[in-house]
């Protein structure tokens, strides 16, 4: 698991002002909530006097109490305000003591949490502050529709992104009347290039046999359509097809709950279908469908994985897989050492597979 990132904790949809939530982020257990103006909030579940979880408390918007001993806390901070068991000759210096904070932003309908490398000792630390803001979908006018799905899978982060970004899987998992069939199956060329954190299927021509985009083609009227795909460390995949005037975009993550549990968020935005009937219904039925295929294909597996068989990468269809591999052990080796990462990439790369 990547620690260092800004990761999806939760739809904002469900964090309301009333109630403490309660989350799990790389096997970090999160209480999460809003203050009295909204603004939401993520700290250690945890509370640093006797462990007890900050979630089982009392909120009042500002200040989350403990229900063990009542020592509270500031929601956004985590600085101890008050701890009512000290005398008034006792002169302990409550103000150094701090739950674990977390540094907090919603972005198109999602908390998103930064999880900071394992901090100092839990009591005395402040929040990391991240050297970036939390990712969002890119949108390319002002109106759009945005829908977003969620499913848990139970394997590990690392199957779920290689199975996200797996180019050769989709005949036989996304099998539809309405996408495309097995029977389908040609061979595809596509280029791929480096880009900071990650890489890049550059702009192409999607596959023309998916129904969907032939109906994109004749909706949109355009000559053209290009779709671009990025994937970028710890778990992102960008997504961006333009059609004319018309585009559709996606930002979908594969989240680490704990070391065997995953979760993986979709969240799009489009202007493509906004004046037809049941447009976006019908938009949001394709990606479902496409979720739950994943998240069965991903069960199944996790049953054939119980048992630690050997497994293989070939190329070229598996070389995104490898490229991800690689990108996260030079991650990890820039972490170590303080330098800076190698690409695994030296410049832009063809691959051939069929599908």
Known sequence: M???????????????????????????PLVIGRDRQGKPFALRDACPHRGMPLSCGWFDGQNLECS??????????GQCQLIPSLTSDQDLK????????????????????FIPEPPPPAGFSKAAEPSAPAP???????????????????????????????PAHGPFVHQAWWWRS?????????????????????????????APYKLLR?????????????????????ETIRAGKYWFSSLTTVTPVTRSHCRIDVVACWNIFRCVPFGPALLKFVFAKFVEQDRQTMENQSEGLKHNPHLMLIDDADRPAKWYFQLKAAYLESRRNGGEIKHPMQGPVTLKWRS
């Open 68 to 77: 063990y001993h009542g020592w509270k806390f500031d929601a956004h901070t």
């Open 218 to 238: 004749l909706y949109a009227n355009a000559d053209s359509i290009t779709t671009t795909i990025d994937f970028v460390l710890p778990n992102l995949r960008l």
């Open 94 to 113: 409550v103000d150094r003591i701090y739950a674990g904070s977390y540094a907090c932003e919603e972005h198109d309908n999602y908390i998103w949490v």
């Open 136 to 166: 969002r979908v890119p949108t390319f006018d002002g109106k759009y529709n945005m829908a977003h799905l969620s499913a848990d899978l139970p394997c590990t982060v690392d199957h779920g992104i290689i199975g996200l970004m797996d």
């Open 2 to 28: 990547l620690y260092g990132f800004w990761y999806r904790a939760l739809p904002g949809a469900q964090i309301t002002r009333d109630r403490l939530h309660k989350a799990m982020l790389l096997e970090t």
């Open 182 to 210: 097995r029977h389908s199956i040609h061979e595809k060329q596509k280029n791929f290039e480096p880009i900071p954190m990650g890489f890049r299927m550059s702009a192409h021509t999607p596959s023309s046999n998916s």
